[in-house]
């Protein structure tokens, strides 16, 4: 009950208007640089920090929590639209994102997930205020052999989902792993497989890849069907808003989404992108058409970007309890935070609850604007979708390339750029899935630090996996995940010899 | 979140600075590009921000424009730097302690003696804690710890090769155990090593004083020492030396000009760096960031460099993280 007087003199604080005004500020920002590729929400809030040295701290701080989650919002545009994840956290969005939209569900696509990140943000908004110095003593409770369990059922899961065999998913996560290999290991700080190359020191770069094995081996891939079938998928069908249907098919992967997003985004390694994974994996399995994903089911997008948001506010837990922060754009808030002399921590809710209950209160705010100013403008993006199909191609061409060198000026990203751009081209000619790819870039690294902390905890003995409750239970699912499916067939076959 | 930021700007002010004239010019009309070595948010980008924001409202410096060029300690910034900055009388580079020590995990192909240095900045102390359930209650009685097992003293801190990692190594050094048996867990910074501290995963951690406070004044974590010289004010744990063990480490931060600048252009660099840390404005905002003033001019800057790499150098070959 106390947090709910706390939450009400938050709305007073961020009612004011001179604090209304920073958090439309704030998502305005927030959603012109999530769809703009090449600038995101921490370098926005980074370069903002010098000119609101000397301004209120409490607005200041709504005005970055406005980016923040605007950004979240923005970022899933351009992968729906364009199949451009500009974010790893739209990964998931682009691939039944942009199926939707090249067969003129472009609206709806958008739609859902700009509603179901709106839920998402509320409900796990609200979990921030109610739970967060609870949640957070659970979190740091969670040990390396844990998060090495975790990334284990990650890894299961995204290969035995995507892609039309298990081996194919594990062929391309294999793939990912060892580029997750190259570049400095955090553990010892020596390089690893970057032949002296001085870009490849700090590793591959997600966004690369990701842009490279989408926009680019699509591109290439369309080119090349081009010539023999003449398939013009981008016309608008039916209504650009959502339908009963969509409604009726979007409410549960929202919430699902949001259960998945919130508790691992607020783990102090948690992440946006295994929730969004775990979620697509999960809506996948429990879809009344499975058949329809890897062809536009709602329900791919519905889930993911829900688990998106909520992860964003479940970054905020260990944030403003912990001091901690898990994102780039977290990080620059702490730095925000900083500059007034606020040390996010055990003692903030207690020294400064005014300023922490009217942050709260304006994320939900924040929230409520970002719903008036996507929807509207859902029938603007999709209008992107009527331009004739090698236009719209060469656009994102041009967009890729313009990305990647904004976020890195070399010439050695834009080979790699190209190069992941066939490699994508050959996986999709024969038929090996990409996603699992960008999943072994993002968690290989992790899941290799944390095997390695928890073996260095141990003295080397591999049992300390096994001992903790939590990390046998993670890995003894990944493992029945792992051969249930090879089992049953198996079984199966037995059976018909009998017969 | 978001990967693509740092560069739009980047591929701005690098054009932007191949527009410039390289003319020697005076303090007032400066129109500076500082490279920080990082991405935004980390300290290197925060003190190349604190200076452009200061040596502009001061009027040390017409323009200032921060680039950042992540990756690898900061030794990706300091290779385009040497390339991009030499005999440039308008660019800077920020770097500290890390940067020494990346360069010599990393065998980076520059070093520090490839640039100009200008002025030494600032200096925070890093901080030896235990969580509040340990056993340990004082620096002696982790050090006792160490003798008994020092493979079970499981420490945590930033990453390998850095200022933490060093001062566990020396610490350990000074109980009288070997340094390579360090038993040091390395994280991306101090709040992922902070989860593992809170979770009881470790027996002692290493950070600087300002990411861990929080925790130390609610009683979360208890402070064992500071590796500062002298006392700081504000804060109860004292320092190493105090305590009797011969120690001291400072997280220093550094200005450098590019490689082969000419002597009135190094004077003019050092004289406006000089006047802009020594302004209320900028104690104001050392303060209220929490860092430690510790100026030193371009020739005692130049002097300590020297030492402090070969110091490095010894403890990280003693760990064996360098030949």
């Known amino acids: ?499 | 979140m978001t990967y693509l930021h740092s560069g739009l700007a980047a591929a701005w002010m690098m054009a932007a600075a191949a527009v410039l004239p390289a003319t020697s010019v005076q303090a007032q009309d400066l129109e500076l590009t500082i490279t920080a070595p990082a991405g935004a948010g980390g300290g290197w980008d925060a003190a190349a921000r604190s200076l452009q924001e200061v040596m502009m409202a001061t009027g040390k410096a017409r323009s200032v424009q921060v680039v950042n060029v992540p990756g690898a300690g900061g030794t990706v910034g300091l290779a385009q730097f040497v390339q991009g900055a030499k005999g440039s009388p308008d660019q800077m580079l920020v770097g500290g302690i890390t940067m020494v020590g990346a360069i010599i995990t990393n065998k980076a192909p520059h070093d520090l003696t490839k640039v100009t240095p200008i002025a030494r900045l600032t200096g925070d102390p890093l901080v030896i804690v235990v969580p509040a359930s340990s056993p340990y209650q004082t620096m002696a009685d982790l050090m006792e710890g160490i003798r008994q097992d020092v493979e079970r003293t499981i420490w945590a801190g930033g990453s390998a090769g850095g200022a933490d990692h060093i001062l566990a190594a020396l610490v350990t050094q000074a109980a009288g155990i070997d340094p390579a048996k360090v038993n040091y867990i390395a994280y991306s910074g101090g709040g992922e090593s902070l989860a593992a501290m809170l979770g009881g995963q470790v027996t002692a951690g290493v950070s600087g004083y300002g990411e861990w406070q929080g925790q130390i004044e609610s009683g979360d974590l208890r402070a064992l020492a500071i590796s500062y010289p002298e006392p700081i004010e504000g804060i109860a744990a004292q320092p190493l030396k105090a305590q009797g063990i011969d120690i001291e480490l400072v997280n220093w931060r550094g200005i450098f000009a590019g490689p082969d600048i000419s002597a009135e252009d190094k004077a003019v660099l050092e004289k406006a760096v000089g006047k802009t840390v020594q302004s209320p404005e900028w104690q104001e905002l050392i303060k209220a960031r929490g860092w430690s003033d510790y100026y030193a001019p371009s020739a005692e800057f130049a002097g300590f460099l020297t030492s402090e790499t070969g110091r490095v150098h010894s403890i990280l070959n003693s760990i064996g993280l360098a030949d």
Not at chain 1, 66 to 82: E, N, P
Not at chain 1, 174 to 192: H, Y
Not at chain 1, 271 to 288: D, V
């Open chain 1, 1 to 499: 009950m106390d947090s709910l007087i706390h939450l009400m003199h938050g709305f007073g604080t961020a009612l004011d208007p001179m604090n209304l005004m920073f958090a439309a500020i704030g998502v305005l920002l927030g959603t012109a640089v999530g769809v703009l590729p090449g600038i995101g929400p921490a370098l926005t809030v980074a370069l903002l920090l010098p000119i609101t040295f000397k301004l209120d701290p409490g607005g200041s701080l709504i005005m970055f929590a406005g980016i923040y989650y605007g950004g979240m919002y923005g970022g899933s545009t351009t992968a729906i639209l364009l199949n451009t994840p500009g974010e790893s956290a739209s990964v998931v969005t682009a691939l039944e994102g942009n199926q939707m939209a090249r067969r003129g569900r472009g609206g709806p696509a958008l739609a859902t997930a700009a509603i179901g990140s709106f839920v998402a943000a509320l409900i796990a908004t609200a979990g921030l205020a109610f739970f967060a110095p609870i949640l957070v003593k659970v979190a740091v409770k969670f040990g390396p052999w844990d998060y090495f369990g975790l990334m284990l059922i990650a890894f299961v899961t995204v290969s035995a989902t995507f892609g039309s065999s298990p081996l194919r998913g594990l062929t391309s996560l294999g793939i990912g792993l060892w580029l997750g290999l190259i570049g400095i290991d955090q553990l010892t700080g020596q390089t690893r497989l970057a032949f002296g190359v001085p870009n490849l020191l700090d590793g591959i770069e997600v966004t690369t890849l990701a842009v490279g094995l989408f926009a680019l081996g699509e591109c290439l891939f369309v080119a090349s069907r081009h010539l023999f079938n003449d398939e013009k998928p981008m016309a608008i069908k039916g209504s650009i808003w959502m339908s009963r249907e969509d409604w009726r098919r979007s409410w549960k992967p929202w919430l699902r989404g949001t259960a998945v997003g919130f508790p691992i985004g607020a783990l102090p390694a948690g992440g946006a992108e295994i929730p969004t994974f775990l979620s697509y994996t999960m809506e996948r399995k429990l879809a009344e058409k499975p058949e329809e994903f890897g062809q536009g089911a709602i329900e791919g997008v519905a889930g993911p970007e829900a688990a998106n948001n909520a992860s964003a506010a479940g970054t905020l837990v260990p944030l403003l309890t912990l001091g901690l922060p898990t994102s780039a754009t977290a990080a620059v808030m702490l730095a925000g935070f900083q500059q007034y002399n606020l040390q996010p921590g055990p003692l903030l809710f207690v020294q400064h609850p005014a300023l922490v209950w009217g942050l709260v209160a304006s994320l939900f705010i924040a929230n409520i604007m970002l719903l008036v100013l996507n929807l509207p403008l859902v029938g603007l993006w999709v209008r992107l979708l009527k331009i004739p199909l090698p236009w719209l191609y060469a656009g994102i061409l041009v967009f890729a390339c313009m990305g990647t060198i904004a976020a890195n000026p070399s010439v050695v990203e834009l080979m790699l750029l190209v190069g992941f751009g066939l490699l994508g081209f050959v996986m999709r000619r024969y038929d090996y899935p990409v996603a699992p790819v960008v999943v072994g870039l993002i968690l290989g690294p992790l899941a290799d630090s944390q095997l390695r902390r928890a073996l260095q905890m141990s003295l080397g003995d591999p049992m300390i996996l096994l001992q903790h409750p939590g990390s046998a239970t993670m890995i003894a699912i990944a493992t029945l995940a792992l051969v249930a499916p090879f089992l049953f067939k198996g079984l199966a076959r037995f059976r018909q010899d009998e017969d």
